[in-house]
């Protein structure tokens, strides 16, 4: 393919939320040249959610289109099967069971459509656009409400034999641990690494030390933007709080690097706006707990994805890392 043909180049990126869908045109440069949004859940059937979306995402095709060239649709979406183009049991979605979502969009934009989850396309997006580029072999870990991941070996994602490879936040890291509040299972890492699992930290160990700064807080008001304000005084139960996320997170991070021998791992997502306070513990559990063969090779970085258009850029990645 000619430099003219890429300097022409344009895809339909499309993160799917359980609240919000996100949607821009995006240029092989990862230039987001318009975007927009609408929501996911009102709408009951994934029919009506489609007809919307094009609605909504024609107009920038029509404008986008005509003088370049429009290479189809990728789509980032929970329980996304690449390999199937189906999303399947989605629990945070509207349409339940397993929906043949490229199928679907395929028929209504006449256009190639790709799927994969969405911590998957966020790996491709960082080795297209972001920290990863030139990297052929790296773990991206989302760290949000959740803990996602994506496992990029020699420049291709591990998907598995049945599309579901890399769910690294539902390892266990503490067998018998604290039970995941949707899937209930025990001691896995989201339950400990995601926002959601600092939460739940920082609640038991504020009920410990009532000198705490976290005490200051109703119930609900406790979460890892509350916890990182808290650190920032020098709180030592915040700090605490995060230091222990980042051991958990580094003893699981280490698993992972002597499965696959990454060049690095990327952090992505609201948690890491905790900076040293997370990633510090983190790098150093990590290489406590490798084998002497692995130890000080692995980078560990932060994302250099603006984060309010990473969704949109890993679900565009999708059409180029196709061709």
Not at 18 to 24: D, E, Q, R, W
Not at 167 to 179: C, D, Y
Request: with cysteine.
């Amino acid at each position: 393919m000619s430099l003219i043909d890429l300097s022409k180049q344009v895809a339909l990126g499309i993160d799917i939320g359980g609240t919000n869908t996100k949607f821009g045109v995006v240029n092989h440069r990862g230039e987001v040249l318009e975007k927009g949004s609408l929501r996911t859940d009102e709408y009951e059937k994934v029919e009506d959610f489609i007809d919307a979306l094009y609605e909504h995402v024609s107009p920038l095709i029509e404008k986008h289109g005509t003088e370049k060239n429009f290479d189809g649709i990728g789509v980032g979406a929970p329980n996304a099967n690449y390999y199937k183009g189906t999303i399947e049991q989605a629990p945070n979605l509207p349409w339940k069971g397993l929906v043949p979502f490229t199928d679907l969009m395929k028929a209504k934009f006449n256009l190639p459509c790709t799927i994969t989850n969405d911590a998957n396309a966020a790996a491709l997006g960082e080795m297209l656009f972001g920290a990863a580029r030139g990297m052929k072999d790296f773990i991206m870990i989302t760290l949000g409400t959740g803990v996602g991941s994506g496992i990029i070996s020699n420049g291709s994602l591990i998907y598995g034999h049945d599309g579901f490879a890399g769910e690294l936040g539902h390892t266990i890291v503490k067998p018998g641990g604290r039970k995941h509040w949707s899937t209930g299972s025990e001691g896995s890492l989201e339950a400990y690494a995601s926002a959601t699992g600092i939460a739940i930290t920082a609640k038991k160990m504020r009920a410990e030390f009532p000198e705490s700064m976290l005490n200051q807080y109703p119930e609900e008001a406790i979460n890892s933007k509350t916890v990182h304000e808290c650190a920032l005084t020098g709180d030592p139960i915040a700090l605490e709080v995060f230091r222990y996320t980042g051991q958990k997170l580094g003893e699981a991070l280490a698993n992972f690097v002597m499965f696959s021998s990454p060049e690095a791992i990327l952090l992505f997502g609201g948690v890491i706006k905790a900076g040293d306070f997370i990633l510090k513990p983190a790098k150093l559990h990590m290489e406590r707990n490798l084998l002497p063969i692995f130890r000080n090779k692995v980078k560990l970085v932060f994302s250099e994805l603006d984060e309010a258009d990473a969704a949109i850029l890993g679900a565009s990645a999708l059409v180029w890392e196709k061709k």
